[in-house]
């Protein structure tokens, strides 16, 4: 059974790219007539296989997709990419020994650590166990926070908000802080949001936690057009 996706121009985009946000995708560049590329096609395939869907193999037939092929800038095949997160960040020219190939993909993929089980299992018990190891891992951190968020209590969204105070901030992050602070609140329908909007507004300048609660319940709103407007309201009392 073949483990390699053929890819064409057409859905490069989708299976490599879009692919590579979730896991570590090769990209194999070659041609019928190349005779290294035949002999490591089935390296690929074999090492590939060992990691037992860690690792998605894409292969490209440089003469049927010249798009692809521009896009690598390719001058001599066969070639090889490791493609993450949308980017090339390894890759290497002309056919190698297994041995060779499998010390580039434990390079690629590395084998998971004991605490990237444990993110993996994403029970509270495991999550706390890699933190134990790994105090500052932020997906470890960010898991167990919507763990405590989803279990509703004031304790666990107190220690949610805590355990974020460990990493940057990002769109993810504001997120689940706001639902820790507001997220039974947002829960509540658009008129008692709505309400308690207007509410709040009259306090945001002098009261620094109602100018807190009004911004994180509009993070939980999302994009509802309705926001565009609350935040023009805010900005017309602050200043």
């Given at each position: ?22 896991v570590?995708v ?11 590329c ?25 003469d ?20 993450r ?27 998971p ?9 994403g ?16 997906k ?38 706001a ?28 009261d ?5 609660e ?12 309705k926001?565009?407007e ?5 900005t017309?009392?602050?200043?």
């Amino acid at each position: 059974m073949t483990v390699a996706i053929d890819v064409t121009d057409a859905t490069f985009e989708e299976e490599v790219l879009e692919r590579s946000t979730q896991v570590p995708v090769v990209v194999d560049l070659w041609a019928s007539w190349c005779g290294p590329c035949r002999m490591l096609g089935p390296i690929l395939e074999k090492v590939v296989a060992e990691r037992d869907g860690e690792v998605v193999l894409t292969k490209v037939d440089v003469d049927a997709n010249p798009r692809v092929a521009a896009s690598f800038q390719v001058q001599s095949i066969p070639a090889v990419y490791a493609i993450r997160d949308k980017r090339v960040v390894s890759s290497f020219i002309g056919a190698q020994p297994e041995p060779a190939v499998r010390a580039w993909m434990t390079e690629v993929a590395p084998a998971p650590t004991e605490v990237d089980e444990l993110i993996a299992a994403g029970d509270e018990a495991s999550l706390r166990k890699a933190l134990a190891l790994e105090p500052a891992n932020e997906k470890a951190i960010i898991s167990l926070s919507s763990l405590l968020i989803e279990r509703g209590d004031d304790e666990g969204k107190q220690e949610a908000l805590q355990l974020l105070q460990r990493v940057p901030e990002t769109a993810e992050v504001r997120h689940l802080q706001a639902q820790a602070r507001v997220g039974d609140e947002a829960a509540e329908g658009d008129g008692a949001v709505d309400a308690k909007l207007d509410e709040l507004l009259d306090r945001v300048k002098e009261d620094p936690s109602a100018r807190q609660e009004y911004l994180d319940l509009l993070e939980l709103m999302g994009d509802d057009p309705k926001v565009a407007e609350y935040r023009k309201a805010l900005t017309s009392k602050l200043f």
